[in-house]
């Protein structure tokens, strides 16, 4: 008998969807990240995409956790210049006299 003894698991950080027949494991794209053993990426805080084509949240925005879900928008009242911010605490209150709408 040759080849395998055993199915091993891909690493964190790579992913399979085959069954049977596969030799090894595909690295998740960029921007994403998978735990060990896994069929799909999920797209890293910060960035948010269908099909794991995972892009930057937009000024004014922020993701906390991973996966596709929509970046949230920093609360009325502050706004954030930066790209792919994780959380909340990122977007700065405007000083006085001034005001943000949402996505800003």
Known sequence: VSGPSACLPCEAGTYSTSVARVT????CP???WSTGGAAACECSPGFTGPNHAC?????GFYKPGYG???C???PEGTYSE?????NASTC???GDGFSSPLHS
């Open 82 to 86: 930066a790209l792919a911010k994780t």
């Open 30 to 32: 960029a921007n994403s």
């Open 92 to 94: 700065i209150p405007c």
């Open 72 to 74: 949230t928008d920093c």
């Open 24 to 27: 090894s494991c595909t690295s």
């Open 55 to 59: 892009t930057e949240c937009e000024a």
């Open 68 to 70: 596709s879900g929509a």
